[in-house]
């Protein structure tokens, strides 16, 4: 069955609200990729960062990881959805599942640093903060959720299977309402990790350019409450492969990524030519725009509109395939996307000719190819080490 997005929680470098979030997409915003020196072992690197400010509201506790205050600030915006859902259902019947890479490292990294210097961790340290299922278990505190709670960790794919979960979990009448999302914060590990793998950008990244060269790592919360109910946005079908290819290299042909396409949209009962705009992975490294772009010429053809949003987002590891989610369930939303547009693949504007003939969103005027010119289905992928994919379709329900 297909299954209520019913509302939708975000922060990340584009902003701290749907509404800012939707604007500085469709605008083209790169303001959120910084270029960090703390970070980094060695030189400065871009990274997709919230804005210190946002961390000054006053819902934010100071003692909390980055990962929980990133989380509280999403989930903020979903509080007074959620609410009359408890009382009608009961806090038994709300779960939480939560995808993410680094959960609480960010304290642990800081934590060290002290014990370091001084001798001493911070009294408040304790290394469960820095656990998987830690963020997860601190956002059902936040709302007392008794039901399912856990986290599911399979590096960028990791809360795109969070709405698959939940899914599962209404579908097995395990929950009537099912928070799911993916948190991420940055951390030196991930940074540094990336830059080892010789995968990260030299400057702000360029996703299907010429000389696009790698990523820059992200940080974002993107909570959805999914529910029952029939109307609204909804998760009409997604799909999961596993091509085990390499450990972090994807298949060169995208064949994983192409059958989880084709999966999600057999699930969704539609054709690739039917899908108005697809969220591409597009991390700009060389490997992935080039297998990607064949998965999505072989799945939808040359003419649906699609792009990468990580120029503009960095790449959010365990909150991407969430937030890229978000990204459609607020371009299907009039509320913040009257105008029908779809954002631009923002990048240096250099294409690759030797990819595949993909329809590139170039510009923010772009819309919908459907006869009356309104969103009514976007497709989102999300394709992780060890050719973890995920592919989700969404939209409108008529």
Known sequence: MSICLKDFGVVCALGDSKASVAAGLLTGSRDGLVLDSELPNAEPQYVGRVADSTFDKTI????????????QLAYSQIADTLTPLIAEFGQQRIA???????????????????????????????????????????????????????SISTACSSSGKALVSAQA??????????IAGGVD????????????????????????AANRDGINIGEAAALFIVTKEQGGIQLLGAAETSDAHHLSAPHPEGEGALRA?????????????????????????????????????????????????????????????????????????DEYNPLNN???????????????????????DDIANNANNKLQTCMSNSFAFGGNNISLVIGRQQ
């Open 96 to 150: 939480v599942v939560i995808g993410t890479s680094t959960s609480g490292i960010e304290y642990g990294e800081q934590a060290l640093k002290q014990k370091l210097a001084t001798g001493e961790y911070p009294d408040n340290y304790h290394y469960r903060m820095q656990e998987m299922g830690t963020t997860a278990q601190f956002i059902a505190d936040l709302c007392q959720a008794k039901g399912p709670v856990y």
């Open 169 to 178: 979990l209404l579908d097995a009448d395990l929950a009537d309402v099912v």
């Open 185 to 208: 914060s940055l951390a030196k590990l991930t940074v540094n990790g990336f830059k080892a793998l010789a995968s990260t950008a030299t400057a702000q990244n360029n996703p299907f």
């Open 342 to 364: 779809v954002p631009a693949n923002v990048s240096d504007g250099e294409v690759d000719s030797s990819l595949a003939q993909i329809n590139l969103a170039s510009r923010n």
């Open 60 to 71: 934010v506790d100071k003692k909390q990881t980055r990962n929980d205050q990133l989380g």
């Open 261 to 333: 396409m084709r999966m999600a949209l057999a699930e969704a009962n539609l054709q690739g030519e039917q899908i108005d705009y697809v969220n591409l992975h597009g991390t700009g490294t060389p490997k992935n725009d080039d297998m990607e772009a064949k998965a999505m010429f072989n799945a939808c053809g040359r003419d649906v509109l699609c792009g990468s949003t990580k120029g503009m987002t960095g790449h959010t590891l365990g909150a991407a395939g969430a937030l890229e989610a978000g990204i459609c369930w607020l371009l299907l939303q």
